[in-house]
C-alpha cells in the first residue's frame, strides 16, 4: 500500500482540536518539523501533547505553544523554553512532568498494548505522593495536582504503577522512509520517534528521504510500516537546529592559544625571576 501523502498540511489536516499528539524527538534533534509547521497553519487547538519536551521559543513545538494551541504538556523536560514556563506558571499551560525513563516506556508500553507497568523510578518523592502542581491558578496556587500512585511490592523493594500512553495522532521524523511506510532513523533521532509511532492511533511520518518499496534492507528496518498510516516528505528547506552547542573551537585554534598563553607565562615569571 503506497502511504504517501502529497503534503504535509494534507498529511494533518483531519487532526481534531483536542487531540492527543505523540510527537518524536529530543531538544531539537530529530523533531518532525514540517508536520509541526503545518499543524502551526492548520486550525486545531486545545491540543494535549507528549514529547520529552516542547521546542524552544521558536522552533518546533514552541511554534505551537506561541500561537496558543496546546493545552496540556506530558514532558520530562521544560528545556530552553522560557514561554513554556511562562505560560505553566501563569496557569495558562498544563504540564504532567515525567521521569525520561518513565515516559519513554508509557509510550512504549501503549504502543504494545500494555495498560501499566510497574518501575521503582519516583519511589519516595512526589511522584509516588502526589500533589506536583500540573496546573497553577492566576494566583499563584495549584490548581490541578497529580494524584497518588499505586505502590507494590515485589522482592522486597517497592514499585510504583504508571500506566501507559495512547495517542490520537503520532507525528514523528525518519532519515528515510518507503512508501509502505519502513522507516530509519539516524543516530539520537532513534529516540522518542519509534516509541511516539508505535503509541499512535494514526501515525504521521515525515522522512528525509523517500525510497521505493524494496531499497530499504529488511535488516535496516527500526520500525516496521505496519505502524505508520501516512508518509510525507519533509521540506528541506527548514534548517536542523542545535538547541545548545557545547562544542569546543578546531583543534589549532586552542593549541595556538594555549601555547600563547604558556609563552606568555614562562616569559613574565623569567622577568621576575
Not at 531538544?27 to 499543524?39: D, E, F, K, V
Not at 496556587?141 to 494524584?147: E, F, L, M
Not at 516496521?224 to 521540506?235: F, I, K, M, N
Request: include cysteine; proline fraction near 5%.
Amino acid at each position: 500500500m503506497d502511504k504517501v501523502v502529497e503534503s504535509a498540511a494534507r498529511a494533518v489536516s483531519d487532526i481534531p482540536d483536542d487531540a492527543v499528539l505523540a510527537v518524536g524527538g529530543f531538544g531539537l534533534c530529530g523533531i518532525p518539523s514540517t508536520l509541526i509547521g503545518a499543524l502551526v497553519q492548520g486550525g486545531a487547538s486545545g491540543l494535549r501533547v507528549v514529547s520529552n519536551n516542547c521546542g524552544v521559543d521558536d522552533w518546533g513545538l514552541g511554534l505551537l505553544l506561541a500561537a496558543g494551541r496546546i493545552a496540556r504538556m506530558t514532558s520530562s523536560y521544560v528545556g530552553e523554553n522560557k514561554e513554556f514556563a511562562r505560560r505553566y506558571l501563569a496557569g495558562e499551560l498544563e504540564v504532567e512532568l515525567t521521569p525520561q525513563g518513565t515516559l519513554a516506556e508509557r509510550l512504549r508500553a501503549g504502543g504494545a498494548g500494555i495498560p501499566a507497568f510497574y518501575t521503582p523510578a519516583g519511589v519516595g518523592t512526589q511522584v509516588e505522593e502526589g500533589g506536583l502542581p500540573w496546573r497553577y491558578s492566576p494566583d499563584g496556587g495549584v490548581a490541578v495536582a497529580s494524584p497518588p500512585k499505586s505502590v507494590k511490592e515485589f522482592g522486597g523493594r517497592r514499585y510504583l504503577l504508571e500506566e501507559a500512553i495512547t495517542a490520537d495522532f503520532a507525528l514523528v521524523r525518519a532519515a528515510v522512509a518507503d512508501r509502505h511506510g519502513n522507516c530509519v532513523f539516524h543516530a539520537a533521532a532513534r529516540n522518542f520517534n519509534p516509541l511516539c509511532a508505535t503509541a499512535g492511533r494514526v501515525t504521521v511520518v515525515e522522512a528525509e528521504r523517500v525510497v521505493e518499496p524494496g531499497e530499504l534492507s529488511p535488516d535496516a528496518v527500526h520500525l516496521p510500516g505496519v505502524y505508520v498510516d501516512r508518509v510525507v516528505a519533509a521540506d528541506p528547506s527548514l534548517d536542523k537546529r542545535v538547541e545548545r552547542r557545547t562544542v569546543r573551537g578546531p583543534r589549532t585554534a586552542i593549541t595556538t592559544a594555549t601555547a600563547t598563553a604558556t609563552a606568555t607565562a614562562t616569559a613574565t615569571v623569567a622577568e621576575e625571576n
